[in-house]
């Protein structure tokens, strides 16, 4: 009697214990994993014949393209041919055939946030045979196009993740703080036009004077006069970020105001008590505070006195610190 199912002869080998025991005759088996192609999965329920088509004498192909070839042809979504490896493997178990999944964590571009629900053909759209762009704007060209808060055309960078990140495209942030301009205080709610004006935002000016930021308060401050006195553009020495007003300026670096008993706190309250030419700070007068009045008082307390004269230039060099001595 010959075997049909499946057939032996010509290709089986004749040592039947290969299959076959001594204590019945069939039913038969064949331990496929003692081979170099262990069956799993689905494949344990694939007749014989299904793949070793020319017998089983070996040499049968261990490729899943071999079997999967109209599979793969046929496949649609996404479409596989041309392009996609023939490795079924990658994206395929034998446990099942579908669903099958593609570990995108193994390439140059893991996917994370919301380009884990993007369909595969979205960006792949030229087949998935490699080179597919991984910068942000070959995908997201539109939205920075089209970006009106601020306006991204022209002068923005293409990085996308600079601002986005692939969780949620909106809102968006900058961390400016990674910049030479670190933003605190009430710059932080400033809107970014307001600086970077005419959306140019590359070489913004720093300085806090200059034009586009403070120049127009600079220029319109009367109490002191900041344009007629020549006051620096750097609104830092008196301003802070925290708030415009109330702003102080450190005296103890060129005269410290509250020294001695004549310049205890509350003494004056305006900057124009003491410099007297509101165009030229400068300019300073001791005499009109002092009660050195008259002035043969003054000239007797500083009799032998090098140097010595009635003027505020002279005080000042006696008295830097605003102490007597």
């Not at 996917?111 to 045979?129: K, R």
């Not at 806090?208 to 620096?232: D, E, I, K, Q, V």
């Given at each position: 009697m010959s075997a049909a199912v499946p057939k032996h002869s010509p290709t089986f080998p004749t040592d039947c214990t290969s299959c076959h025991s001594t204590s019945v005759w069939q039913p038969s088996t064949f331990d496929h994993s003692k081979t170099v192609f262990p069956l799993a999965g689905a494949h344990l329920a694939v007749p014989c014949v299904q793949c070793h088509t020319n017998g089983y004498g070996g040499g049968t192909p261990t490729l899943c393209y071999s079997c999967h070839q109209t599979d793969y042809l046929n496949a649609a979504n996404p479409k596989h041919s041309p392009g996609m490896p023939t490795d079924c493997s990658t994206c395929h178990t034998t446990t099942v055939w579908q669903p099958s999944?593609?570990?995108?964590?193994?390439?140059?571009?893991?996917?994370?946030?919301?380009?884990?629900?993007?369909?595969?053909?979205?960006?792949?759209?030229?087949?998935?045979?490699g080179g597919t762009p991984t910068l942000c704007y070959s995908c997201h060209q539109t939205d920075y196009l089209n970006a009106a808060?601020?306006?991204?055309?022209?002068?923005?960078?293409?990085?996308?993740?600079?601002?986005?990140?692939?969780?949620?495209?909106?809102?968006?942030?900058?961390?400016?703080?990674?910049?030479?301009?670190?933003?605190?205080?009430?710059?932080?709610?400033?809107?970014?036009?307001?600086?970077?004006?005419?959306?140019?935002?590359?070489?913004?000016?720093?300085?806090?004077?200059?034009?586009?930021?403070?120049?127009?308060?600079?220029?319109?401050?009367?109490?002191?006069?900041?344009?007629?006195?020549?006051?620096?553009?750097?609104?830092?020495?008196?301003?802070?970020?925290?708030?415009?007003?109330?702003?102080?300026?450190?005296?103890?670096?060129?005269?410290?105001?509250?020294?001695?008993?004549?310049?205890?706190?509350g003494r004056w309250t305006l900057c124009v008590d003491c410099h007297t030419v509101p165009t030229n700070y400068a300019l300073f007068s001791c005499i009109d505070c002092h009660a050195h009045q008259p002035q043969s008082t003054v000239d007797a307390k500083h009799v032998g006195q090098t140097g010595y004269t009635y003027t505020s230039a002279a005080c000042y060099r006696c008295h830097p610190r605003g102490t007597p001595g």
């Open positions: 999944t593609f570990s995108h964590t193994k390439t140059v571009f893991p996917l994370s946030g919301a380009h884990l629900a993007v369909p595969c053909a979205q960006c792949h759209t030229n087949g998935y045979g808060a601020p306006k991204h055309s022209p002068g923005f960078p293409t990085d996308c993740a600079s601002c986005h990140t692939t969780g949620a495209w909106q809102p968006a942030s900058f961390d400016h703080s990674k910049t030479n301009f670190p933003l605190t205080g009430a710059h932080l709610t400033a809107t970014c036009a307001s600086c970077h004006v005419s959306n140019v935002y590359a070489g913004t000016p720093t300085t806090c004077g200059s034009t586009g930021c403070h120049l127009a308060r600079y220029n319109g401050t009367t109490n002191p006069a900041h344009a007629a006195a020549g006051f620096p553009l750097d609104c830092q020495h008196c301003h802070t970020t925290t708030a415009w007003v109330p702003s102080t300026f450190n005296h103890t670096t060129y005269f410290p105001i509250s020294a001695g008993s004549s310049h205890a706190p």
